[in-house]
Nanobody, 127 residues
Framework: QVQLVESGGGLVQAGDSLRLSCAASGRTFSAYVMTWFRQAPGKDRDFVGG????????DYANSVKGRFTISRDNAKNTVYLQMSSLKPEDTAVYYCAARFSPGGVVIFDRPEHMTYWGRGTLVTVSS
């Protein structure tokens, strides 16, 4: 069982930066592939980006590529989403998700592929 808690959301202006954190419980965090999704009001939950269990590989949605960076600190059981050059269309609830995948090289980009979820943190970008 893994429990995930996101933090760092808030209200920012277009062009600003923000860093989200996702703290995980459990002793085997380093065995989980971690993914960030987001959901805007009335829309589906969309893939933002992910990182493999070792941290060696990341992948991003085209809409955030070059602006967002995912990293993880396995010693702190935490994954981060650094967001820069934020746009109003980035406004959403951001969720982190985990799936057991020790040594895996695949980053899962569909919500149904993930096992554990946090409750989300709201990011609002004003124009």
């Amino acid at each position: 069982q893994v429990q995930l808690v996101e933090s760092g959301g808030g209200l920012v202006q277009a062009g600003d930066s923000l860093r989200l954190s996702c703290a995980a419980s459990g002793r085997t965090f380093s065995a989980y592939v971690m993914t960030w999704f987001r959901q805007a009001p009335g829309k589906d939950r969309d893939f933002v980006g992910g990182i493999t269990s070792s941290g060696s590989t990341t992948d991003y949605a085209n809409s955030v590529k070059g602006r967002f960076t995912i990293s993880r600190d396995n010693a702190k059981n935490t994954v981060y989403l650094q967001m820069s050059s934020l746009k109003p269309e980035d406004t959403a609830v951001y969720y982190c998700a985990a799936r057991f995948s020790p040594g895996g090289v695949v980053i899962f980009d569909r919500p149904e592929h993930m096992t554990y979820w946090g409750r989300g943190t709201l990011v609002t970008v004003s124009s």
